[in-house]
């Protein structure tokens, strides 16, 4: 079995800032654009559908709402140099979750995350692949991303999804190397720092219907988005009523006037 990793303490109790040099850039000084267009449209959705539905089970985790999700946000793991791009020293990962550390900072919102300001890393990284995946596999010291995430940045968990084959692949660091994780007897990969398994789930979200990566709950439920859990509780709501007119119309038969 695999150790997992736990979920770290606060930045402030592990890595205060106050030695480093004031001259380091932060997240209002680093580029946060990348001109780039997303690169399909199940993705936008996909990012909802992971955010929404571990919600409730993030604040449960954490009440003093300390925890940040990025999505297509830029980590900061190595400062350039010129004439390098600063960019050059960063990753944008789909979807991350980093635990910990507020949602803002002096009163701003975030525009990056700056590993040599707080040193937290995410606890959990996630690709989309829209390609043939070899981007999200790269291990090239120092540029690929596989590696970073890996030997850079240090995720305890990284995830590749390819929607097109409806796959996720999930690796643990262990000992400083990804190893690739084996599904459970569901086909899911628990995430036990958060109680939590990740999965694919086919079936129709925001009018679109995929092979979609999803969350559970260790008891194997389906954590749901708001809008589905206001959809059960519609459907529910229908059933009531029709049973309810079933039992008027089976007492009218038997010459009972059902009570309003």
């Known amino acids: 079995m695999n150790p997992i ?31 780039n267009f997303v690169k399909n449209f ?3 959705p996909e990012g909802d559908l992971l955010t929404h539905s571990i919600t409730p089970i993030l604040q449960q985790i954490h009440p003093d709402r300390q925890y ?3 999505r ?23 979807w991350f979750y980093i635990p910990n ?35 999200e596999r790269d291990k090239t010291p120092g540029t690929g991303k596989f590696w970073v995430y890996e030997q850079a940045i240090r995720v305890p968990f990284y995830g590749i999804y390819e929607v097109q084959k409806g796959t996720i692949e999930v690796y643990n660091l262990v000992n400083g190397r ?39 709950d260790a008891q194997g439920n389906l954590l749901l988005t708001g809008d589905e859990l206001a959809g059960q509780e519609r459907q529910r709501a229908e059933q009531e009523r029709q049973r309810a007119d079933r039992l008027a119309e089976q007492l009218k038969a038997l010459g009972v006037e059902p009570e309003l």
């Open 5 to 35: 990793t736990k979920l770290p303490e606060k930045s402030s109790d592990l890595s205060p800032t106050a030695d480093l040099p004031k001259s380091l850039p932060d997240h209002t000084q680093l580029p946060d654009k990348d001109n």
């Open 42 to 44: 199940q993705e936008p």
């Open 68 to 70: 940040c999700i990025g």
């Open 72 to 94: 297509d946000s830029g980590i900061y793991w190595r400062l350039t140099e010129s004439p390098e791009p600063l960019e050059k020293g960063s990753v944008a990962p789909d």
């Open 101 to 135: 550390v507020p949602q803002k900072l002096n009163g701003q919102l975030r525009r990056s995350y700056v590993l040599w300001k707080e040193f937290v890393a995410p606890l959990i990284v996630l690709e989309f692949v829209s390609g043939d995946g070899l981007e």
């Open 178 to 216: 990804y190893q690739q994780m084996i599904p459970n007897e569901h086909e899911r990969y628990p995430i036990e720092p958060l109680g939590v398994e990740l999965g694919i789930w086919e079936g129709e979200y925001q009018s679109q219907v995929w092979p979609w990566l999803r969350w559970w």
